[in-house]
C-alpha cells in the first residue's frame, strides 16, 4: 500500500499584505491544480512579532477582544488568542506601529498601557499561562505603560502619575509595582521575542530601535537616559536592563522581567504551541517563506527555523517570499532547496504588493510541479 506524500505548508505572514493563513491558502490552490495528489499540511506561523495572534487562531485557538487603550491614548479594540488557560498575546495589537492613529509615529508619547489592560482581560477570562509577543513596538517607555495598565502604581514628585510614553520616564519619581504583581500571581508569563538587545547602551532600546520608532539622532542619548533613570528606581538592585531581551519592545522585555517573566525565543514559544515538531514528523517536503527573504531571515526568523528542524530530519524545503536578497549559497546554509519570489514573478514591487494573492497561485502552480516530482523520489522504493 502506498501512502500519500504530505507537503507541510509553514510560512510567516507576508507583512503588511497577506496573513500567513492567507499565504497558505493561495499555495493550496496552486499546488491543488499541478499536485492535487498531494496531501497538503497547513501550519501559519509566526516569530513572536505581528502575526503571533492570527497564528494562534489558525490552530484552532480562540478569538477573544477587549477594548483597551492605544499607543497614544484613543480607545481601540484589541484581539487576542486562547485555548483553555493558555493566552497568546501580542504587544503588537495595542501598541503597534500598525495602531498608530494616521501611522504618524509618536516615539516621545507612544505607550504600552494597552498592553497591560489586554493582559488583565485575558487574566479575567480565565489565563493561567500567558504567552505575550514582542515584535513591532511603537514605544520606548520601559514597559512602564503596560505596568500601570496591570494597577502598578508610577509616581511623580508631587504623587501623581507620570505621563505616558518616554516622556513621563523622565519624571518618574516612585515606583510601587504590588499591584501589578499581585494581580499576576499564580500567573507563568512568557516574554516570547528574539532580540537579545539589554535596556540601555548602545545595544539598547533607544540606541538600537528608537530610530525606526522616530527618535532623531541627537535624541538618543537622552532617552537613553530617562530609561537609566527609570530603570533606577523600578529596580533598584539593577539586575534587569541588563538581562538579554531587557530591550524589546522599547524595553517592556526589561518591565515584563520585572514581573517575573521567562524570555524564550518567539520562534521557540509560537512553534510550541502550534505543535510544528508533530507536523513536520508527518512531512515528506516542507514549503516555508515570508514577505522577505533576507539577511535578518537568517537569524532566528520563523522560516529559517522552520528550515533548520526540516533539515535536522532530512526533509526537503522550498520557500516563497515577497522578495528575496539571499544567493543562492546562503538559501543552501539555510537548508532551503529552492526559492520563488513575487517580484520576479511581477516586474515590480508595486504589482507584487497589489497582487500578492494571485502571483502566490501562480506560484503555488509552479511549486506543485516542484513537489511532485521532490515526493515521487523521496517517496520512491530503494
Known amino acids: 500500500m502506498t501512502t500519500t506524500p504530505a507537503v507541510l505548508l509553514a510560512p510567516d505572514k507576508f507583512k503588511g499584505t497577506l496573513s500567513a493563513a492567507q499565504v497558505v491558502h493561495a499555495l493550496s490552490v496552486g499546488i491543488a491544480q499541478t499536485a492535487p495528489q498531494l496531501r497538503l499540511l497547513s501550519c501559519p506561523i509566526a516569530d513572536g512579532g505581528d502575526g503571533t495572534v492570527?497564528?494562534?487562531?489558525?490552530?484552532?485557538?480562540?478569538?477573544?477582544?477587549?477594548?483597551?487603550?492605544?499607543?497614544?491614548?484613543?480607545?481601540?479594540?484589541?484581539?487576542?488568542?486562547?485555548?483553555?488557560?493558555?493566552?497568546?498575546?501580542?504587544?503588537?495589537?495595542?501598541?503597534?506601529l500598525h495602531a498608530l492613529p494616521g501611522g504618524d509615529l509618536a516615539p516621545h508619547h507612544a505607550s504600552t498601557r494597552g498592553l497591560g489592560e489586554l493582559l488583565r482581560a485575558a487574566l479575567d477570562a480565565g489565563a493561567r499561562t500567558v504567552i505575550v509577543g514582542l515584535g513591532g513596538s511603537a514605544s520606548t517607555d520601559a514597559g512602564a505603560g503596560m505596568l500601570q495598565g496591570l494597577g502598578a502604581h508610577l509616581r511623580t514628585a508631587d504623587g501623581t502619575d507620570i505621563r505616558p510614553g518616554l516622556e513621563g520616564l523622565t519624571s518618574l519619581a516612585s515606583a510601587d509595582l504590588t499591584p501589578a504583581l499581585n494581580a499576576l500571581e499564580g500567573i507563568t508569563l512568557v516574554a516570547a521575542n528574539d532580540v537579545t538587545n539589554p535596556l540601555l547602551g548602545p545595544e539598547g532600546a533607544a540606541a538600537v530601535y528608537g530610530p525606526q520608532k522616530g527618535l532623531r539622532a541627537e535624541e538618543i542619548d537622552p532617552a537613553d537616559a530617562?530609561?537609566?533613570?527609570?530603570?533606577?528606581?523600578?529596580?533598584?538592585?539593577?539586575?534587569?536592563?541588563?538581562?538579554?531581551?531587557?530591550?524589546?519592545?522599547?524595553?517592556?522585555?526589561?518591565a515584563l522581567a520585572l514581573l517575573g517573566a521567562v524570555q524564550r525565543s518567539g520562534a521557540d514559544a509560537v512553534f510550541e504551541l502550534l505543535d510544528v515538531e508533530a507536523l513536520l514528523d508527518q512531512a515528506d517536503v516542507v514549503v516555508t517563506g515570508e514577505g522577505k527573504l533576507d539577511a535578518q531571515t537568517l537569524h532566528g526568523k520563523g522560516p529559517a527555523e522552520v528550515a533548520r528542524r526540516a533539515r535536522e530530519r532530512g526533509l526537503p524545503v522550498a520557500a516563497?517570499?515577497?522578495?528575496?536578497?539571499?544567493?543562492?549559497?546562503q538559501l543552501a546554509a539555510a537548508g532551503i532547496d529552492r526559492a520563488w519570489d513575487l517580484t520576479s514573478r511581477a516586474g515590480s514591487t508595486r504589482r507584487a504588493l497589489e497582487e500578492g494573492e494571485q502571483l502566490l497561485v501562480e506560484v503555488g502552480r509552479d511549486l506543485g510541479s516542484w513537489l511532485a516530482a521532490v515526493t515521487d523520489a523521496v517517496t520512491a522504493p530503494s
Open 320 to 329: 516563497v517570499a515577497g522578495a528575496l536578497t539571499l544567493t543562492e549559497e
Open 226 to 254: 530617562s530609561l537609566a533613570t527609570a530603570a533606577g528606581i523600578l529596580d533598584p538592585a539593577g539586575t534587569r536592563s541588563e538581562l538579554p531581551g531587557a530591550g524589546a519592545a522599547g524595553g517592556t522585555g526589561f
Open 54 to 96: 492570527d497564528a494562534a487562531l489558525a490552530a484552532g485557538y480562540a478569538e477573544h477582544r477587549a477594548a483597551v487603550t492605544g499607543p497614544t491614548g484613543a480607545a481601540r479594540t484589541a484581539r487576542w488568542a486562547q485555548q483553555g488557560e493558555i493566552a497568546v498575546l501580542e504587544l503588537a495589537e495595542t501598541v503597534g
